[in-house]
Nanobody, 129 residues
C-alpha cells in the first residue's frame, strides 16, 4: 500500500522560508515520478514542482527561483524548500507520486494532477504580509 505523509507546513511572514517533507512508503520510491501541488481556498489544484525517476525537475513559472524540489532516497523522503515566500503562496500543499510506467512523459505533463495516482493528505502553508 502506497502511503504519503506531508509535514513542515506552518505560518510565516512574507520573505520567509519553509521546508516541506513528504515521507514515502509502500513502493520502490526512486523509480517513481514525484510532485508537489498546492490548492488555495476557492482555486483549483496546481502543480508547483516535479521530479521524475531520472532526476529531471520542472517548476511552475510562479515559483521558479524560489522553490526547490529534492529527494533523499536513503530516507524515502521528498522535500520542497520554499524561500522568499509570498502571500500568494498560501495554500494546502500536497505530495503526489506515480509509478511513471510506459513511455517517458514530458516534464510539463508532470505538473498536471491527473498524472498522479497517489496523494498525501496535505500540509497547510500560510504566508502573511
Amino acid at each position: 500500500q502506497v502511503h504519503l505523509v506531508e509535514s513542515g507546513g506552518g505560518s510565516v511572514q512574507a520573505g520567509g522560508s519553509l521546508r516541506l517533507s513528504c515521507a514515502v512508503s509502500g513502493y520502490p520510491y526512486s523509480s517513481y515520478c514525484m510532485g508537489w501541488f498546492r490548492q488555495a481556498s476557492g482555486k483549483e489544484r496546481e502543480g508547483v514542482a516535479t521530479l521524475d525517476s531520472r532526476g529531471r525537475t520542472n517548476y511552475a513559472d510562479s515559483v521558479k527561483g524560489r522553490l526547490t524540489i529534492s529527494q533523499d532516497n536513503a530516507k524515502n523522503t521528498l522535500y520542497l524548500q520554499m524561500n522568499s515566500l509570498k502571500p500568494e503562496d498560501s495554500a494546502m500543499y500536497y505530495c503526489a507520486a506515480d509509478p511513471c510506467q510506459g513511455p517517458r512523459r514530458p516534464l510539463f505533463r508532470l505538473l498536471m494532477s491527473v498524472e498522479y495516482k497517489y496523494w498525501g493528505q496535505g500540509t497547510q502553508v500560510t504566508v502573511s504580509s
